[in-house]
């Protein structure tokens, strides 16, 4: 078990619509990173949230947004969706310094049917 | 986004031999080189890093080697195990930014 908590595990939803993934960081850790992972494209970094505010922007779509809270939980929210957006998506957190380990969650299945 | 090329896509060794991957990089501000390994279901998890000050690191069966002049950094799995098969990701790291992983690399290790 890595720390890392993310719900749901599984979410099965239609085009057009709209879910929010959510992740709980180890006990401490400030960071969070949110990746993409699809068969062809491996682990695609989206977005990073260090205490709060946003830190690093990888390849995320104007469709996607996401945001750190107070208790440093952080949601990925993703609109409009398109069947092409099926994919495992991860959160990972890491103390926020320089060379160390990040830990991810087990991940959230979507597939947009 | 600076790339990270990994290969071999995917690898078959037999039981007790040695599996080697391979990775290059392009980011010279990467100052951190983990492998992830990741088993199907699973998110990935560290198996073993090292620092460009570093020529090499051992962990029980598993070593990186590392070439800074080259950019080049490798895994080397020793006497693997059929418990090893699963898909391994380098990455490079720039301070405590994001992590940019290779596209991975499936192992199946055959009894």
């Known amino acids: 078990d890595s720390g890392v908590t993310q719900t749901p595990k599984h979410l099965i939803t239609a085009t057009g619509q709209r879910v929010t993934l959510r992740c709980s960081p180890r006990s401490g850790d400030l960071s969070v990173y949110w990746y993409q992972q699809s068969l062809d494209q491996g682990l695609q970094f989206l977005i990073q949230y260090y205490n709060g505010e946003e830190r690093a922007k990888g390849n995320i779509l104007e469709r996607f947004s996401a945001q750190q809270f107070p208790d440093l939980h952080s949601e990925l929210n993703l609109s409009s969706l398109e069947l092409g957006d099926s994919a495992l998506y991860f959160c990972?957190?890491?103390?926020?310094?320089?060379?160390?380990?990040?830990?991810f969650g087990q991940g959230t299945r979507l597939t947009v049917v | 986004q600076q790339q990270v090329k990994q290969s071999p896509q995917s690898l078959i060794v037999q039981k007790g031999g040695i599996s080697i991957i391979n990775c290059a990089y392009e980011?010279?501000?990467?100052?951190?080189f983990p492998w992830y390994q990741q088993f199907p279901g699973k998110g990935p998890a560290l198996l073993i890093a090292i620092r460009p000050d570093v020529s090499e690191k051992k962990e029980g069966r598993f070593t990186i080697s590392f070439n800074k002049s080259a950019k080049q950094f490798s895994l080397h799995i020793m006497d693997s195990q059929p418990g090893d098969s699963a898909t391994y990701f380098c990455?490079?790291?720039?301070?405590?930014?994001?992590?940019?992983f290779g596209k991975g690399t499936k192992l199946s290790v055959i009894p």
């Open positions: 990972a957190s890491s103390s926020g310094f320089s060379g160390t380990e990040a830990f």
């Open positions: 980011n010279t501000a990467f100052d951190y």
């Open positions: 990455a490079g790291r720039a301070g405590s930014y994001q992590l940019t």
